[in-house]
């Protein structure tokens, strides 16, 4: 499995920014997908997971509301759109996907993911 990250940058707060992670090497209809985010001198957090298959979503708190998670099953591509940006949002952002059938509950668990993308840079200005 390969995820490939892209669409970080530099935005002023307020603005929105959409990522994208490229997934290739499996067939995903049984994985959930994630993101999660990893800011200086920070462990790595849970953003947002999907099911590849059915529609099943899961938040962070912090960014319930703002972000949404979305996938494209014809092109194998997992987004999330960021709206309302804010200097906490900072971070290098990671997809994840977990092929072990975790349940709703599990889906927050970093340990639960066993492929990762490489991180895409996103900052947000005061």
């Known amino acids: 499995v390969q995820l490939q990250a892209s669409g970080g940058g530099l935005v002023q707060a307020g603005g929105s920014l959409r990522l994208s992670c490229a997934a290739s090497g499996r067939t995903f209809s049984s994985y959930v997908m994630g993101w999660f985010r990893q800011a200086p001198g920070k462990e790595r957090e849970f953003v947002a997971a999907i099911a590849w298959s059915g529609s099943s979503v899961r938040y962070a708190d912090s960014v319930k509301g703002r972000f949404t998670i979305s996938r494209d099953r014809a092109k194998n591509t997992l987004y999330l759109q960021m709206n309302s940006l804010k200097p906490d949002d900072t971070a290098d952002y990671y997809c994840?996907?977990?092929?072990?059938?975790?349940?709703?509950?599990?889906?927050?668990?970093?340990?639960?993911?066993?492929?990762w993308g490489q991180g895409t840079l996103v900052t947000v200005s005061s």
């Open positions: 994840a996907a977990d092929s072990s059938r975790s349940t709703w509950s599990e889906w927050a668990r970093r340990s639960r993911y066993d492929y």
